[in-house]
Every structure is written in structure tokens, then in C-alpha cells.
């Protein structure tokens, strides 16, 4: 809900942090799944790249056509005219990217000055990032404050408590088709949680084990 207020705000910069096995990945694909047919939108599952590749990356999300030897000026120029004519067409333009921790300080920046094209009354491409809590130390540099000034929507994923484990369990259960009991007695359930510190992915690794062992 954040992430679609956020956009349909036309915010420039939004970053979604959580630990490992939280949920990132998953949230990342289903906010690119229900985004409607007036959001056109570009992902980047992997951002360890250069500036110069994260251009090209991004010209090629967009569909813009680039010779090989294309520098970072063309890409910036050509990346520009594409927005402004998906915007024109009313589309918002929404730049995705996981694992956002795995940038360098100079691909970030690169990042920023992309987020910097907008038009007199709005911005022309809205960002957002999704990365471990190693991205907040790194936003936290004093040479990236201007990037971190602009993130104008921040959200951290928690680990699951106790109750929301034993929840997020009976959910799965259900899903798959189990219309009995209480399958986890009280005691196990307790384990889980404590075992798997309220980490999903956990979670599931560790029930499915306990199943197969039952």
C-alpha cells in the first residue's frame, strides 16, 4: 500500500530495506505484477554495474535503441527523450531495482542524476529500491546525501513475531490444501519462531524439514 501511494503520489525515490529471506524479492514482484497499463516499468534485478552499464541498462528496460559504442552522455540523452515521450503518451515510468545494496557510490549517483530528469510539473521517471540493510549504511555516506534527501518514502521490513508466525504457518498449511487442525502443536510452533527468528524464508525451510521428518 505504501509503494502505491508513493507512486501514484509521483514521488522520486522510494526504498524498501529487510533482511535476508524477509520478503524483498517477492513484494518487488508482485508491486511490478499489479502496477495498471498507465505505469511503464523497467527492473534491474542485479546492480552491481558500472554507470556506464547501468545507462545501457536502463536504455534497454525503456526499449532505446543504442549503438555499441554508445557513451554515458548518449545514453543520458537518449534515456531523456525516451521518458519524455512515454510521459507524454500518460504513462508514469517507474524504475525498479533489487538488491540495491550491491551498487557502488559511483553508480549511485549515476542513479540520481537519472532521477534528475523531470519536466516543469513532474518528474519523469520515479525509482524504486529494494536492498538489505547493508543500503541504509550506505545511503548513510555524507557523499551520497543528496541522494539520501531525496528518498521521500522508506519502509523496513520486519521479521515476523510469534504470533504472526504461527499465522503465516496456518496460511501456507491452508494454501496447499490442509483443512485439518492445528497441525503445530504450541511448543513446536514456539521452536519454529525461535529457531528461524521470524525470517519467512526460514520459516519455511524449517517446517518443511519438520515435516518430513514427522
Same mark, same amino acid.
Given at each position: 500500500?505504501?509503494?502505491?501511494?508513493?507512486?501514484?503520489?509521483?514521488?522520486?525515490?522510494?526504498?524498501?530495506?529487510?533482511?535476508?529471506?524477509?520478503?524483498? @524479492?517477492?513484494?518487488? #514482484?508482485?508491486?511490478?505484477?499489479?502496477? $495498471?497499463?498507465?505505469?511503464?516499468?523497467?527492473?534491474?534485478?542485479?546492480?552491481?554495474?558500472?554507470?556506464?552499464?547501468?545507462?545501457?541498462?536502463?536504455?534497454?528496460?525503456?526499449?532505446?535503441?543504442?549503438? &555499441?559504442?554508445?557513451?554515458?552522455?548518449?545514453?543520458?540523452?537518449?534515456?531523456? !527523450?525516451? +521518458?519524455?515521450?512515454?510521459?507524454? $503518451? $500518460?504513462?508514469?515510468?517507474? *524504475?525498479?531495482?533489487?538488491?540495491?545494496?550491491?551498487?557502488?557510490?559511483?553508480? /549511485?549517483?549515476?542513479?540520481?542524476?537519472?532521477?534528475? +530528469?523531470?519536466?516543469?510539473? #513532474?518528474? *519523469?521517471?520515479?525509482?524504486?529500491?529494494? $536492498?538489505?540493510?547493508?543500503?541504509?549504511? /550506505? *545511503?548513510?555516506?555524507?557523499? +551520497?546525501?543528496? /541522494? !539520501?534527501?531525496?528518498? &521521500?518514502?522508506?519502509? !523496513? *521490513?520486519?521479521?515476523?513475531?510469534?504470533?504472526?508466525? #504461527?499465522?503465516?504457518?496456518?496460511?501456507?498449511?491452508? @494454501?496447499?490444501?490442509?483443512?485439518?487442525?492445528?497441525?503445530?502443536?504450541?511448543?513446536?510452533?514456539?521452536?519454529?519462531? #525461535?529457531?528461524?527468528?521470524?525470517?519467512? !524464508?526460514?520459516?519455511?525451510?524449517?517446517?518443511?524439514?519438520?515435516?518430513?521428518?514427522?
Amino acid at each position: 500500500n505504501m509503494l502505491q501511494v508513493a507512486l501514484a503520489a509521483g514521488e522520486g525515490f522510494v526504498k524498501i530495506v529487510g533482511e535476508v529471506g524477509t520478503g524483498k @524479492t517477492l513484494l518487488c #514482484r508482485q508491486l511490478l505484477a499489479i502496477l $495498471g497499463e498507465n505505469y511503464y516499468t523497467a527492473y534491474i534485478p542485479n546492480p552491481q554495474l558500472s554507470p556506464g552499464a547501468l545507462y545501457r541498462a536502463v536504455a534497454e528496460e525503456l526499449g532505446v535503441k543504442s549503438k &555499441s559504442r554508445d557513451g554515458v552522455t548518449e545514453f543520458q540523452a537518449a534515456i531523456n !527523450r525516451r +521518458l519524455i515521450e512515454l510521459v507524454a $503518451g $500518460g504513462q508514469q515510468v517507474v *524504475l525498479v531495482i533489487d538488491e540495491a545494496q550491491a551498487m557502488s557510490e559511483k553508480t /549511485l549517483e549515476a542513479l540520481r542524476l537519472i532521477s534528475n +530528469l523531470e519536466t516543469e510539473t #513532474r518528474k *519523469l521517471i520515479h525509482i524504486v529500491l529494494f $536492498g538489505q540493510p547493508e543500503l541504509d549504511r /550506505l *545511503l548513510g555516506q555524507n557523499n +551520497l546525501r543528496q /541522494l !539520501r534527501q531525496r528518498i &521521500s518514502f522508506s519502509c !523496513r *521490513l520486519p521479521a515476523l513475531n510469534r504470533e504472526a508466525t #504461527r499465522d503465516y504457518i496456518n496460511h501456507r498449511l491452508s @494454501t496447499a490444501g490442509y483443512n485439518g487442525g492445528q497441525l503445530f502443536s504450541d511448543r513446536a510452533l514456539s521452536t519454529v519462531h #525461535r529457531v528461524s527468528a521470524g525470517v519467512p !524464508r526460514l520459516v519455511n525451510i524449517v517446517c518443511h524439514k519438520a515435516m518430513l521428518s514427522a
